[in-house]
């Protein structure tokens, strides 16, 4: 049973420049968040997105934006990358449950992102 | 969101117990209590969720006294490998979940 998996595992940019990150949650998951971390800090939450919708979303710019397909998949985009957006991206799934609780949030290796 | 407190660092040696503890003074009726554990350059890995009493797998042990104030997460017998940041969480599983700083522990031979 394959777990979370994230592409790419590390990438390089450019201040200004857009990226794409991608991640495929574990088998018989439907949620997908998104957390931001910082070297030295913990994890911080993005967005979630459960049937191709935002469901919340941290407090974080316009420029980060997302996507989730009809497989469950995800897309995180930041646009005009900042030097400060440089961090560990980690996507997480879990399974929905009744009353639109989740479950466990299982997390995949993370994109190390570099912006120069 | 109830505020984790949890030791900045933490050593032991190789066959220990480590026990980690959180303070949640304000955690709510609906909240549960869950803890991560995370190596350089890796996502968290999740170790142990608990509400109340003790909760015990084939990785950990969770402690939750009746006040639910604060939480003990025991490690048995650590070895080398056992060295990163342990996260304690506290939420509802409606909740985003929310990252402190943890707990970096240092398990020497």
């Known amino acids: 049973d394959a777990g979370v998996t994230q592409s790419p595992t590390h990438l390089i940019k450019t201040r200004g420049q857009q990226v794409t990150l991608r991640c495929s949650p574990k088998s018989g998951h439907d949620t997908v968040s998104w957390y931001q971390q910082a070297l030295g800090q913990g994890p911080q939450f993005i967005f979630q997105y459960y049937e191709e919708e935002e469901r919340q979303r941290g407090n974080f710019p316009d420029r980060f934006s997302g996507h989730q397909f009809p497989n469950y998949s995800s897309e995180l985009n930041v646009n005009a990358l900042l030097l400060g957006d440089s961090a560990l991206y980690l996507c997480a799934s879990s399974a929905r449950l009744s009353g639109g609780a989740t479950d466990t949030q299982y997390f995949g290796p993370g994109t190390r992102l570099t912006v120069l | ?109």
């Open chain 2, 1 to 109: 969101l109830a505020k984790t407190t949890q030791p900045i660092s933490m050593d032991s040696y190789e066959g220990q117990e480590v026990n980690i503890t959180c303070s949640h003074n304000n955690i709510a009726t609906n909240d549960y209590i869950t803890w991560y554990q995370q190596f350089p350059s890796q996502g968290p890995r999740f170790i142990i969720q608990g509400y109340k009493t003790k909760v015990t797998n084939e990785v950990a042990s969770l402690f939750i006294p009746a006040d639910r104030k604060s939480s003990t997460l025991s490690l048995p017998r650590v070895s080398l490998s056992d060295t990163a940041v342990y996260y304690c969480l506290v939420g509802d599983l409606f909740q985003k979940l929310v990252f402190g700083t943890g707990t970096r522990l240092l398990v020497s031979p």
